[in-house]
């Protein structure tokens, strides 16, 4: 899930946030202190004093470097693709018996530590099944518990949390995105969000994940990485890790928290192979933060995952360990971060010891092969951006270089990289908001802030598209305000939003892309004629292309009309609807379902804009089709009985488009489609409208105060 003010604040201020997640369900040792802990490690490691980590405060002496040209003091990344003998890669074959081995005994034996062989079993059971809803979209949900068997030491138990989520439209087994995220913390975090608009904002603008997904026809999975090993040095002999170590310090080869967190989605994983609902060959695994960070692990240690998005992970993560910008690998060998990582990490910050002392250039790998070690399965790196705060401190231009470092074995082993330079040392980052998602190696850098939540709406149809996942297509009545899933539409309602702040507008014109291309700056010939009409006015142009009443309704009662406070709103809506084949009711059914969905946009509407008057547009006649017009004739019979000619007024103009059987004059429709109209409708539309915005409004003014005309976010320039 995405994580907000509080990761957000300590990241910009040089440090992880405090843990989200309760310490682990255990009973056992008495608690001994973080620093007891951690000077346990450095005893045993012959380590007398460790360099301290840098800080986030740029004001500090000590702060962090954001200096680029001071940045790669170790600008040579170890070879993915030479083995240890220095022979090079040259097959799968060998990436798989050799290379692949080696860097994973590495990475376990000096940076996330090693599973140990006595790890107990998982027993799960499913505590509880009910119907609930995911937004809008009804769902299955069921929550469990996984029980390591503590019968070695029983003095400590653990009991994992997972809650399970699947789409209850679905005819099959489907997708499911698993999630290190606790109940409590998403609790925390609605409550923060509710007293502190401004987090929100953080986040963008997209529904949650959580209906994305369900919208998509996937599953989501909460895994809560707290119950399996607390986030703190002083939980160390608590935990799964105390439960393997029967409450004793840990070794320096033993697991840290993020391997342990790893561990647990692991057994999650183990769960969701045995549950029909689950298409367990397409489970994914996503994290933000630290939890960014334990995704990648877990991505890189289990190849049963298909699909990671790795959020905003930084050092530990996907960030360069060599580079010398922001979070560096001192502060996760201090006393703040030690607990994720093995006890032989933290020779890697060592200034004073029995071996001397080491640092990152001595590490034998480096996070560019952690991500090779997905390769060629689905990996998505994401970041956003410092101004929203997504601080410099994770150094995304470090975590870029990495990715493209993997490539090679993305390509090696037949899947596409990034598509860009082989070169890591002058790789650069693309533009904030450009994707390079062609290849099963993905990044994207959103304009948000420490939260994948913007990316979420490319990651799904990349994901779907790698997959070959086509979901069943959800049914809802017209009435049930429902988002768009396609990117474009979920950045144009961005769009938008910010429209709506902008400016005075007296005129709102609402409807889909019959509405939206009159005032839009993809059609010049119709934006033209648009102003010919309304300047002065202050008309502005809210439709969106291909939105049915659903999608219309969700628009606005997410934003799109607060705050503004128009005086007239001009509405054309439903063609979509009655376009939509897949309703195999006769007319007058179909013809209800519509009109319901359009009565609810104007109660909306009403609600919003307690003072507008409302221009309820007939719709209009469409040939692509003439099965269509006996409920477009039902439609428009029902909204005329809406009107009560005050302050909702029924507008028809169909008799000047078509003769009486539905059948459009020449020149009133776009050729090609029979349903867009020409400038020629348009203005037949506008001479209809004229008189009563006269009559509404008075005359038009001398100057336009309206915001700016927007166009389609995804057309090209």
Aim: net charge negative; with cysteine.
């Amino acid at each position: 899930m995405s994580l907000l003010a509080a990761v957000g604040a300590a990241s910009a201020a040089g440090q992880e946030a405090p843990s989200p997640s309760p310490p682990a369900s255990t009973t056992g040792p008495m608690n001994w202190t973080v620093e007891q802990d951690h000077q346990n490690m450095m005893d045993q490691l012959g380590i007398k004093a460790l360099r301290p980590g840098p800080s986030g405060n740029e004001k500090a002496p000590k702060h962090a470097n954001y200096d680029e040209s001071k940045a790669n003091p170790f600008p040579d990344l170890p070879d993915a693709l030479t083995l240890q003998s220095d022979k090079k890669v040259r097959t799968a074959t060998e990436w798989w018996q050799e290379r692949r081995p080696e860097i994973v005994e590495d990475f376990e034996r000096e940076v996330f530590g090693r599973v140990p062989p006595n790890v107990p079993k998982v027993t799960w059971t499913v505590t509880s099944t009910v119907k609930s809803k995911a937004g809008v979209f009804p769902v299955i949900e069921k929550q469990l518990v996984g029980r390591p068997d503590n019968s070695s030491y029983p003095s400590i138990s653990v009991d994992m949390q997972m809650t399970l989520v699947t789409p209850g439209n679905a005819n099959g087994p489907v997708p499911v995105m698993m999630m290190f995220s606790s109940a409590a913390f998403r609790q925390r975090m609605a409550e923060m969000m509710a007293k502190q608009p401004e987090l929100k904002a953080m986040m963008g603008t997209d529904p949650p994940a959580t209906e994305q997904l369900i919208a998509h026809g996937w599953g989501y999975a909460f895994i809560d990485p707290g119950s399996i090993q607390a986030d703190n040095g002083a939980g160390l002999r608590k935990g799964i890790i105390g439960l393997t170590n029967k409450g004793q310090p840990r070794k320096p080869e033993d697991w840290g928290a993020l391997r342990a967190w790893a561990w647990g989605a692991s057994r999650g994983l183990d769960y969701l192979e045995t549950d029909k609902a689950v298409d367990a060959k397409r489970v994914g695994i996503e994290g933000v933060s630290r939890f960014g960070k334990a995704a990648l692990v877990t991505m890189a240690f289990d190849s049963r995952f298909a699909v990671v998005l790795v959020g905003s992970s930084g050092e530990g993560g996907a960030k360069l360990h060599r580079r010398n910008f922001g979070e560096a690998v001192e502060n996760l060998t201090g006393s703040g971060g030690y607990h994720w990582m093995a006890g032989n990490f933290l020779k890697y910050g060592a200034a004073e010891a029995s071996f001397g002392n080491k640092n990152a250039g001595d590490l034998p790998v480096d996070s560019h092969e952690l991500i090779a070690l997905c390769a060629p399965r689905l990996t998505f790196i994401s970041y956003g951006i410092p101004e929203k705060g997504d601080a410099k401190w994770l150094d995304q231009q470090g975590s870029y270089m990495a990715t493209v470092a993997a490539g090679p074995v993305f390509r090696l082993l037949g899947a596409k990289d990034l598509g860009v330079t082989d070169d890591y040392h002058a790789a650069k980052m693309p533009p904030v908001n450009v994707g390079l998602l062609e290849g099963q190696l993905a990044w994207r850098q959103h304009e948000g802030g420490h939260t994948d939540a913007p990316n979420w709406k490319y990651f799904i149809p990349w994901a779907d598209g790698f997959l070959n996942y086509h979901a069943a297509v959800w049914q809802l009545p017209a009435d049930q305000p429902v988002f768009r899933t396609d990117p474009n539409s979920l950045v144009a309602h961005s769009q938008l939003l910010r429209k709506a702040k902008q400016g005075e507008t007296d005129v709102y014109f609402e409807g889909d892309s019959i509405t939206r291309r009159w005032g839009a700056t993809d059609y010049p010939e119709l934006l033209a004629n648009w102003k010919q009409n309304f300047f002065g006015w202050n008309a502005a142009d809210f439709g969106w292309g291909a939105d049915q009443t659903q999608n219309i309704l969700w628009r606005l009662e997410n934003g799109e009309l607060d705050g503004v406070h128009p005086k007239v709103v001009v509405l054309l809506a439903g063609t979509n609807n009655v376009a939509n084949t897949s309703v195999h009711d006769d007319a007058d059914v179909r013809a209800d379902d519509v009109t319901r969905g359009l009565r609810a946009i104007v109660r909306v509407i009403q609600t919003k804009a307690p003072a507008a008057t409302i221009i309820l547009t007939g719709l209009f006649p469409r040939n692509d089709d003439m099965s269509f017009m006996p409920v477009i004739d039902r439609i428009n019979g029902h909204l005329s009985k809406i009107a009560d000619g005050q302050k909702v007024r029924y507008l028809n103009i169909n008799d000047k488009l078509a003769d009486r059987d539905g059948r459009l004059f020449d020149g009133m429709m776009n050729a090609r489609d029979k349903l867009h109209p020409t400038v020629k409708a348009y203005q037949i539309w506008a001479d209809a409208l004229k008189p009563v915005l006269a009559e509404l409004l008075g005359p038009r003014g001398a100057v336009e105060l309206a915001p700016p005309p927007t166009g389609d976010p995804g057309a090209s320039p």
